[in-house]
Each structure stands twice: as C-alpha cells, then as structure tokens.
C-alpha cells in the first residue's frame, strides 16, 4: 500500500512538471522564433519478488517474473527545433533563417550565444543589434545617411548612401548550427548557450556549409501548434487526476485494514 501511495504521488509530481512545460509553450506561442519543449518521462527501479526461471514447487520453470514498480520521474525537457512559420513584416531589418542555423549574439561581458529571433534593430552607433542591444557576431555598423539596407539571402550586407545609386557592402551575417541544438542551454531572451552536450559552434555563411538562408524582411513564428498542447494538457489533467485517486484508493485500503480490529 506505501509503495502504491509513493508510486502515485510521483506520477502527480510528473504530470504537474509536465504542465508546466505545457503552459510555457503556450504562453510563448507568439514569440519570434520560440521552439517548443517536450517532456520525456522513464519509469524508475522496480522490485523483484520473483524471478523468472526459478524452479517452482511442481518443478516448473517459470516464465515470467514477479516484479512491482515505483512510478515514474521526468528524465529530459527536450527542445524541437522545427522551423516555424515565416510570416511577412516588411520591415527591412527583420531577417528570418529558412532552415537549420542560429544568428550569433555578443552579450556585454563578451560571450558569444545564439537565437533564432531575427527581429534586429540599429543602436544609436548605428551598429545592428537585437532587442535586447546586444550586438550580432560579426558586428556590422550602417552608416548615418544610409538610404537603404539590403540583405541578401546569402548573408550579404549592403546599404544605399543618401545621392548615391550603387550599393556599398558592409559585411556579412554569420551563421552557427550545433550537432545537437538539443543540447542548448536556454538562457531566456530567445537566447541559447553552447554545452558539452551541444558541442562546439560551427560556422559558415547562409546557404553554405548545410546552413539554412537569409530571408529580409521576415520573421519565423513559434513552433508551437496549439491544437497539440491542448490535447497534451488535457492528457496531463486526466493522468494526474488517475494518480491521485490511487493515491484516495491506497488510503482507504490502508483505513479498512486499520479498522479490523474494531
């Protein structure tokens, strides 16, 4: 009865965990370039009170064993990196990757991490940065009387000057993808760090190297599908509500036993 009062609140544990993993996707379903967490569950140490190919009284040899779990526990939250929707903007700054790559980002302290979100802006320096001000990796600055900013599909930075006709390039945006973006730390921000489990950044230009290409003048979506995560909440709900009623039926089960005596 413990074992099934124990073996029960892990799975409400679990579900709950899952959930909120559900409620953040949702929450993030309009969030450029936000991709979608999901959890993995595996079941935990069993106990053996049998086992199989013991010889029985009648001297049978015994096919299957007699073992009894102790519930479950999240093992990973794992994120999928499906491209999201690419949706219009018209803004010429807003650039979006059309397959697999990340736009690097300088932080202050001078670490390099990495987004998906291409919704970049122009600093007062004139230097492109995101959202947040922090500058893209290789720094590319627009001149003051720039008429024009184009950004090719390659990566190709260039501007048209105020008088001028022919346009001047300034530099190049750089792409990195990882072995297993799963393995990404996310920092929040729409950021993400490299790990061990990541392993090293690997650079190239768009379009090269399997990296995806530049689009100007769009942005990725979320990859959340909403219909998914409402089934999975509803899923969720319906595990967790099971999990505790065996935790209602293990504790009466314990009363009935605890009113023999009487």
Do not use: C
């Not at 079941?43 to 029985?56: A, E, K, M, P």
């Not at 919704?119 to 009387?145: F, H, M, Q, R």
């Not at 006709?165 to 973006?181: D, I, W």
């Amino acid at each position: 009865m413990i074992r099934a009062l124990r073996s029960a609140a892990s799975g409400m544990y679990a579900q709950q965990l899952y959930i909120d993993t559900i409620a953040n996707n949702l929450s993030n379903v309009n969030t450029t370039g936000f991709k979608r967490a999901k959890m993995e569950f595996q079941d935990l140490v069993y106990q053996t009170i049998q086992g199989s190919g013991n010889s029985s009284e009648l001297e049978a040899v015994l096919p299957t064993e007699l073992q009894i779990g102790h519930g479950v526990r999240p093992i990973a939250i794992q994120k999928s990196f499906e491209q999201g929707n690419i949706l219009p903007t018209g803004n010429p700054l807003d650039l979006s990757i059309d397959g697999v790559g990340f736009f690097q980002v300088a932080k202050p302290d001078g670490t390099v991490v990495y987004s998906r979100d291409g919704s970049l802006k122009i600093s007062p320096t004139g230097a492109i940065v995101t959202s947040d001000g922090y500058n893209i990796e290789p720094p590319i600055t627009i001149p003051a009387d720039t008429a024009d900013v184009m950004i090719a599909r390659d990566g190709t930075v260039s501007v048209t000057l105020i008088g001028e006709t022919e346009p001047q390039t300034l530099g190049q945006v750089e792409l990195a993808r990882f072995v297993n973006p799963a393995g990404l730390h996310s920092l929040g921000q729409n950021l993400y760090k490299e790990t061990v489990a990541s392993g090293p950044p690997i650079l190239g230009n768009p379009g090269s190297d399997g990296m995806g290409l530049i689009s100007q003048g769009f942005l990725e979506s979320s990859n959340v599908q909403i219909v998914e995560e409402m089934v999975a909440m509803i899923v969720a709900q319906r595990a967790y509500e099971v999990a505790s009623k065996a935790i209602r039926t293990a504790e009466e089960m314990l009363t009935i036993a605890n009113n023999l005596k009487r």
